[in-house]
T-cell receptor
Framework: GQNIDQPTEMTATEGAIVQINCTYQ??????LFWYQQHAGEAPTFLSY????GLEEKGRFSSFLSRSKGYSYLLLKELQMKDSASYLC???????????FGTGTRLLVSP | DAGVTQSPTHLIKTRGQQVTLRCSPK?????VSWYQQALGQGPQFIFQ???????QRGNFPDRFSGHQFPNYSSELNVNALLLGDSALYLC?????????????FGPGTRLTVL
């Protein structure tokens, strides 16, 4: 089976750092993606990890441990516009099918 | 360079009706995947098309069918609509061969079934 878990909701303060965790159990693995989705809009790509370790991209970083089936998305210097849902998705082995978690709704307050 | 486009933006249907949603992939992309996203949930994979054939299918009934045209655009058809089919339908395009790992999502079609 395929199972991806992430917290339902998180809150943080503007300027702070927040870490969103994702654990997965999937039959195949060909990379892990993080997407941002504002309400009523399409998901937009944030990061991609296929090897263990940290990928940094500006204020956003993503970490992967394949042996633990674990990833996190780190958001630094939070801004109000970062209030959105963050989706963790695993790509199926050999195909491009993405299996998504239910998403983490992040609320950034002043 | 146009990104992924979908039409229509919104659609209201009644139970039992049929609907067709359309998607044009990002320029240069050859693969189209369709996802259903219910309110408060993550997107669920419906199926994927490449070279005008369905390559992979998720856990959706046969009421959901699709097509890909020679220009790589795609349609999603849903027959005998149920109330539970109300959702945001997302199309994602990608390049099967090549170095990009990203799937680009379109703005989606919001389907409401009454």
């Amino acid at each position: 089976g395929q199972n991806i878990d992430q917290p339902t909701e998180m809150t943080a303060t503007e300027g702070a750092i927040v870490q969103i965790n994702c654990t997965y159990q999937t039959s195949g693995f060909n990379g892990l993606f993080w997407y941002q989705q504002h309400a009523g809009e399409a998901p937009t790509f944030l990061s991609y990890n296929v090897l263990d370790g940290l990928e940094e991209k500006g204020r956003f970083s993503s970490f992967l441990s394949r042996s633990k089936g674990y990833s996190y998305l780190l958001l630094k210097e939070l801004q109000m516009k970062d209030s959105a849902s963050y989706l963790c998705a695993v790509r199926d082995q050999g195909f491009q099918k993405l299996v998504f978690g239910t998403g983490t709704r992040l609320l950034v307050s002043p | 360079d146009a990104g992924v486009t979908q039409s229509p933006t919104h659609l209201i249907k009644t139970r039992g009706q049929q609907v067709t949603l359309r998607c044009s992939p990002k320029s240069g992309h050859d693969t189209v995947s369709w996802y259903q996203q219910a309110l408060g949930q993550g997107p669920q994979f419906i199926f994927q098309y490449y070279e005008e054939e369905e390559r992979q299918r998720g856990n959706f009934p046969d009421r959901f069918s699709g097509h890909q045209f020679p220009n790589y655009s795609s349609e999603l058809n849903v027959n005998a609509l149920l109330l539970g089919d109300s959702a945001l339908y997302l199309c994602a395009s990608s390049l099967l061969s090549g170095g990009s790992n990203e799937q680009f999502f379109g703005p989606g079609t919001r389907l409401t079934v009454l």
